[in-house]
Every structure is written in structure tokens, then in C-alpha cells.
């Protein structure tokens, strides 16, 4: 288990919180980590797709939030990179039982 942030500090505090033992201060050190098998992508909407298909290729399953990409292309993009790499893209939908989306159902 491990923490990536760019402010390092940050990586740290959360780390140290949670008993989690290694930090990082980039995506990419924590992807190239053997020891490292699903990230979860919680960054702001316009960075998702980019780490989730670096992270796919690096051999990472993958965790994120919605919208994990703004276009139909690059939602195929990566589904094959997915593919491709034998990985699985899981994307959040907080509000599927919330009370008003299942009174809408």
C-alpha cells in the first residue's frame, strides 16, 4: 500500500494517518512499483484518463470517480489500453442508491 502526491508532505501526513507505509512524491514512482497491483485515480476530473491509462500500461488495475474521460474516443482508448494490458478500470457511482436517482428508476 502506498500514497503518491506531488507535495510530498502531503503523501506523508496521509500516510502516517492511515498506517499506510511507503509515500511517493509522483504517479510515476508509485507506478513503477512491483509491489503495487490497483491504484485508486483521485485526482481532478481533467487529469483522470491520462493517469488511468498510465497506470493500466504500468500493469495497475484501476479505481477512479466519474467522468473518468470527457469523450467517446478517449473512453475507447481506455477500454483497449485496459484490454490490451489484461487490467481492469472500475469507475465510482456514488449515487447509485441515493434516494433521489432510485425514485427517478
Known amino acids: 500500500m502506498a500514497v503518491a502526491d506531488a507535495d510530498h508532505d502531503v503523501a506523508r501526513r496521509v500516510a502516517k494517518r492511515w498506517h ?3 509515500t511517493f512524491d509522483s504517479p510515476d514512482g508509485l ?7 490497483a491504484v485508486a485515480v483521485l485526482v481532478p476530473p481533467q487529469f483522470i484518463a491520462r493517469l488511468a491509462a498510465k497506470a493500466v500500461e ?6 477512479c470517480e466519474k467522468p473518468i474521460a470527457f469523450t467517446p474516443a478517449v473512453n475507447e482508448m481506455l477500454i483497449d489500453a ?6 481492469k478500470i472500475q469507475v465510482a ?11 427517478a428508476k
Not at 507506478?31 to 497491483?37: A, F, H, R, T, V
Not at 485496459?82 to 487490467?87: E, M, Y
Open 31 to 37: 507506478l513503477e512499483s512491483s509491489e503495487i497491483d
Open 93 to 103: 457511482y456514488q449515487k447509485r442508491y441515493d434516494a433521489g436517482v432510485q425514485y
Open 58 to 63: 504500468s500493469g495497475k488495475h484501476v479505481f
Open 20 to 22: 499506510i507505509p511507503s
Open 82 to 87: 485496459a484490454r490490451r494490458n489484461k487490467r
